[in-house]
């Protein structure tokens, strides 16, 4: 498999769901093995987990001096979900637009601008050992396989959900149908807790399906596809892995995933060599 980038810019303005406030951000070409790279102007930074700095509903980069870029997770996700490994990322903002809550606008604008496979090929990163990850109940895992899969079971049983289990084996088809249109989700009896604690202040029924106490949409157009909210997590798992800046070979397993441990997972895989093997 072949590096890629996009033919032209591909530029997005939005609310950011954390701050509430219109965020611009653009997306430009790159040259082969640049990687993918976040830039505010004053500094870049590359899409690399031990760049993170902040996992507290989402992910954020750290570009030094205190900036931060927060809400990468599914324009990131959008990226890997595509093959495109070489971009520059500007934004003067501290949040990538949340868009509709899906990786879907992402997606569609890619595809509509162009995506330019280049002459080196892409890194792979094969799993060799089982790495687990276990935070309380939520736990994930790595293991060793032929491709890349994902099996993710969510507990929401607390919120009026019942636990839901969604299987995925990557492939761009499959990612664009299955996978991007799958958005943020919440649930109405953790408003208040987020007004009073001044988060997810852009959040609204245009960016996040809204569940009331007995696991009904409250949004008025209903789900767009069965399991939408453990898809999102498979979203945001396929966000989180792709900043080992590589395809992964492997098999992901998770019972409630979150942006917390993905990067505490990422840590514990390239704490040891011998955990993988990474090959071009
Ligand atoms: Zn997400």
């Given at each position: 498999m072949f590096q890629a980038t996009l033919e032209s810019v591909a530029s997005f303005d939005g609310v950011g769901a954390h701050s509430g406030k219109l965020c611009s951000v653009s997306i430009s070409p790159a040259a082969k093995n640049a990687g993918i790279v976040f830039s505010n102007g004053e500094h870049t930074v590359e899409?690399?987990?031990?760049?993170?700095?902040e996992t507290t509903l989402c992910t954020a980069l750290s570009l030094g001096d205190g900036a931060d870029i927060s809400t990468i997770e599914h324009l990131s996700a959008a990226l890997y979900g595509l093959g495109i490994t070489n971009a520059l990322i500007e934004t003067k903002d501290p949040e990538i637009p949340i868009l509709d809550g899906s990786a879907l606008p992402f997606v569609q604008k890619f595809l509509s601008v162009g995506i330019k496979k280049q002459s080196s090929r892409m890194k792979m990163l094969k799993v060799l050992v089982p790495i687990k990850v276990q935070e309380g109940e939520k736990w994930i895992s790595l293991s060793p396989a032929n491709s890349f899969s994902i099996n993710i079971k969510c507990d929401f049983t607390s919120k009026g959900l019942e636990t839901r289990e969604t299987s995925f084996d990557f492939s761009e088809n499959d990612f664009t149908k299955e996978i991007a249109l799958a958005r943020t989700f919440g649930f109405f009896s953790d408003a208040e807790f987020l007004r009073k604690n001044n988060l997810?202040?852009?959040?609204?029924l245009d960016n996040c399906v809204v569940f009331d106490?007995?696991?009904?949409?409250?949004?008025?157009?209903?789900?767009?596809?069965?399991?939408e909210p453990v898809r999102h997590k498979i979203l945001d798992v396929i966000g989180d892995l792709s900043l080992t800046r590589c395809n992964i070979v492997g098999r992901f397993d998770g019972f409630c995933p979150s942006h917390r441990i993905n990067n505490r997972l990422l840590h514990a895989l390239f704490e040891?060599?011998?955990n993988y093997e990474i090959t071009q």
């Open positions: 899409a690399r987990f031990d760049n993170v700095s997810a202040k852009g959040a609204s106490d007995v696991g009904r949409p409250i949004n008025k157009e209903g789900l767009r596809l069965p399991n040891k060599d011998t």
